[in-house]
């Protein structure tokens, strides 16, 4: 398998168009770096309480079937990690912190 990629300029760089550059990787890696889905997905991802959760997840399931019927597959592999996430509740909220800019010990996501 080949290895997530941290040294390209995933904010200039847009997956749907470029979906040779993905790289599958290791768990989650990537799902808060990857374009446009980052900026598709993340507002929905919410797990404070068992209502918004299954509500989110809903919609996050929801959006991964739609990648899925339209050939999208980079989309949906980020839609599966970010549901994947929520199993990892503690790993889950370090990755909010640090996505939210919190200053947070997180060794993927670099600040600028």
Do not use: C
């Not at 997840?57 to 019927?69: P, Q, T, V, W």
């Not at 509740?89 to 912190?97: E, H, L």
């Amino acid at each position: 398998m080949r290895k997530f990629d941290y040294s390209l300029d995933y904010k200039n760089l847009d997956l749907r168009a470029n979906p040779e550059h993905y790289a599958i990787g290791k768990g989650e890696q990537g799902v808060l770096t990857v374009e446009p889905y980052k900026s598709e997905i993340l507002p929905f991802w919410r797990f404070k309480n068992p209502q918004l959760a299954t509500e989110s997840s809903e919609k996050i399931y929801n959006m991964f079937l739609d990648y899925i019927e339209q050939g999208d597959f980079v989309g949906a592999d980020m839609a599966r990690k970010f549901l994947q996430m929520v199993l990892r509740v503690p790993a889950a909220t370090q990755t909010i912190r640090a996505a939210r800019n919190i200053s947070v010990r997180y060794p993927i996501i670099k600040r600028e």
